[in-house]
Nanobody, 123 residues
Framework: QVQLVESGGGLVQAGGSLRLSCAAS????????MGWFRQAPGKEREFVAT????????VYADSLKGRFTISRDNAKNTVYLQMDTLKPEDTAVYSC????????????????WGQGTQVTVSS
């Protein structure tokens, strides 16, 4: 089992920044690719970003490239999502997820999920 706990969400004005953290415990963190997904009210879960086990490879949703940055620190068992130039449409619950082996932009293959953290961007 892998336990994931997100933090860092909150209320921010448009144009501002937030950094989300996801702390993992329970298994060898570096065995897992990590992903961030988000879900806004009334909408389907949406891929945000994913990072390989070593942190050497990343993939982003096309619409978020240049504003969001995913990174990880395997020594701290933590993955991060730096969000800059936030827009009201970024408002959602952001969840991190862990997947054994290679990363994926689809949410189905992920084995473990955090409880999510709310991000609200005011206009």
């Amino acid at each position: 089992q892998v336990q994931l706990v997100e933090s860092g969400g909150g209320l921010v004005q448009a144009g501002g920044s937030l950094r989300l953290s996801c702390a993992a415990s329970g298994r060898t963190f570096s065995d897992y690719a990590m992903g961030w997904f988000r879900q806004a009210p009334g909408k389907e879960r949406e891929f945000v970003a994913t990072i390989s086990r070593s942190g050497g490879s990343t993939v982003y949703a096309d619409s978020l490239k240049g504003r969001f940055t995913i990174s990880r620190d395997n020594a701290k068992n933590t993955v991060y999502l730096q969000m800059d130039t936030l827009k009201p449409e970024d408002t959602a619950v952001y969840s991190c997820a862990a997947k054994k082996g290679g990363f994926s932009t689809a949410w189905v293959p992920y084995d473990y999920w955090g409880q999510g953290t709310q991000v609200t961007v005011s206009s």
